[in-house]
């Protein structure tokens, strides 16, 4: 059984950062970083609500 992977929160705003930029879509941000797109997107929307 594999465990959770723990991000940074500095590593967690510049992925949310990038993908607010709109310079690469949230698959390629996703594929990049090694995460899933969903997660880019949590995580944009909780930096949008602040």
Known sequence: MSKRKWHAPEFK?????????????VSELASR???????INQWKRALLDG
Request: proline share 5%; net charge negative.
């Open 13 to 25: 705003a510049k992925v949310a950062l990038e993908a607010l930029e709109g310079e690469a879509t």
């Open 33 to 39: 970083f090694g995460v899933h797109p969903t997660m």
